[in-house]
C-alpha cells in the first residue's frame, strides 16, 4: 500500500527526508505509521519527544484519530501545534487564490494584508459595529530581538477550515458578515500576520464572534510560525490541538472540529441576546 506522507513545521526539520510516497502494508493504521516515523528519528530526540503525544492527523485534509485505517492513496499529513500565538504563561512560494464565499471572505495571501481596505469592504448602514482584529509582527519575543517572521500553511486544508469556521460564527453568533485573511511566508517587523473583521448591528456580538474566531483558528487551523532572530531561529511552540483533534485521543472522545467545549473562552463567546442600538 502507498500513501503520500507530508510534514510541517518542527516535524519537517526532523522528517523532511521520509516526505513523500511512502510504502506502509496494508491495513495499516494512522499509529502504525506515527511508529514507522519514530523508529526514523533519533532516539531521545527532544523535539520528537517533546511533541509526539500532541501531533494531530490528517488524512486527505480530515482530522483523523490514530485508530483510522489507511487505503492506498491516501495523503497524510503529521501536524505538529500550530503558530498559536498565545503569551507563555498560558498554555511555498506562489500566491494562494482567494476563496468568496456567501457572506465572507475567506483568504490565505503571500501579498501584505490592507486592514482598512478590509474593514472599509465590510461596512453597511445597517451595521452599529465593525471589530477588526489586527495580528501585527513584533519585534520581540521572550527576551529575543525578532528579525522577522515565517508562516507555513497546509493550504488545501487551512483555507476548508478557516470557511467552516467562518460559517459557523455566522451560523451561532448574530452578525452579518466577517472577512478572514492571513498572511504567509516571510513577514517583516510591523506587517499584519492576519486580520479579522466581524460586521454586526451590536457590539457584543461581534465582539465575541471575532475573539472566538482569533483564539479558534490559532489551536487548530493548519499554520505554523518560524521565527528568525540574531542568533537562530525556531519554529514557534504553540497552543495543543485540543484533545479530540490529537491522533491520540482517547477512544471515547469523540473526533468534532471545533466543538464547543474545546473551544476556548467558549462561555464568553456564546452568541448574546441583542441589546438595543447604542
Same mark, same amino acid.
Given at each position: ?25 496494508? #491495513? ?19 523535539? /520528537? ?5 500532541? $501531533? ?27 503558530? #498559536? ?25 503571500? !501579498?501584505? $494584508?490592507?486592514? !482598512? ?10 451595521? #452599529?459595529?465593525?471589530?477588526?482584529? !489586527? ?5 520581540? %519575543?521572550?527576551?529575543? +530581538? ?46 499584519? %500576520? ?5 460586521? %454586526? ?6 465582539? *465575541?464572534?471575532?475573539? /472566538? ?10 499554520? /505554523? ?5 540574531? *542568533?537562530?531561529?525556531? /519554529? ?25 467545549? %474545546? ?12 441589546? +438595543?442600538?447604542?
Amino acid at each position: 500500500m502507498r500513501v503520500t506522507l507530508l510534514v510541517f513545521g518542527v516535524l519537517r526539520d526532523l522528517l523532511g527526508k521520509t516526505a513523500g510516497p511512502l510504502e506502509l502494508p496494508s #491495513g495499516s493504521t494512522v499509529r502504525d505509521l506515527l511508529d514507522h516515523c519514530r523508529r526514523l528519528v533519533p532516539e531521545k530526540s527532544a523535539p /520528537w519527544s517533546s511533541i509526539e503525544s500532541s $501531533i494531530a492527523v490528517a488524512v486527505n485534509r480530515e482530522y483523523v484519530p490514530a485508530t483510522h485505517r489507511l487505503a492506498d492513496g491516501d495523503e497524510v499529513a503529521l501536524l505538529p501545534p500550530v503558530s #498559536g500565538g498565545a503569551p507563555s504563561k498560558t498554555r511555498p512560494p506562489n500566491t494562494i487564490p482567494v476563496i468568496v464565499v456567501t457572506r465572507q471572505r475567506v483568504r490565505l495571501t503571500e !501579498d501584505p $494584508i490592507d486592514a !482598512d481596505s478590509i474593514a472599509a469592504s465590510l461596512k453597511r448602514e445597517e451595521d #452599529g459595529a465593525l471589530v477588526l482584529f !489586527d495580528g501585527i509582527v513584533r519585534n520581540n %519575543s521572550r527576551g529575543r +530581538r525578532t528579525l522577522y517572521l515565517f508562516y507555513e500553511s497546509y493550504p488545501d486544508m487551512a483555507l476548508s477550515y478557516l470557511r467552516l469556521l467562518a460559517d459557523r460564527a455566522l451560523a451561532e453568533f448574530p452578525i452579518r458578515d466577517l472577512a478572514i485573511v492571513h498572511r504567509l511566508g516571510r513577514l517583516e517587523i510591523g506587517e499584519s %500576520s492576519i486580520v479579522i473583521a466581524v460586521a %454586526s448591528a451590536h457590539r457584543a456580538a461581534a465582539f *465575541d464572534a471575532c475573539r /472566538w474566531l482569533i483564539e479558534t483558528i490559532k489551536k487548530t487551523v493548519p499554520i /505554523w510560525k518560524k521565527e528568525f532572530f540574531e *542568533d537562530g531561529a525556531v /519554529w514557534a511552540q504553540g497552543d495543543p490541538f485540543p484533545q479530540e483533534l490529537t491522533a491520540h485521543a482517547p477512544k471515547s472522545t469523540p473526533k468534532k472540529f471545533a466543538g464547543k467545549k %474545546s473551544t476556548p473562552h467558549a462561555k464568553s463567546a456564546r452568541p448574546r441576546k441583542r441589546e +438595543r442600538a447604542r
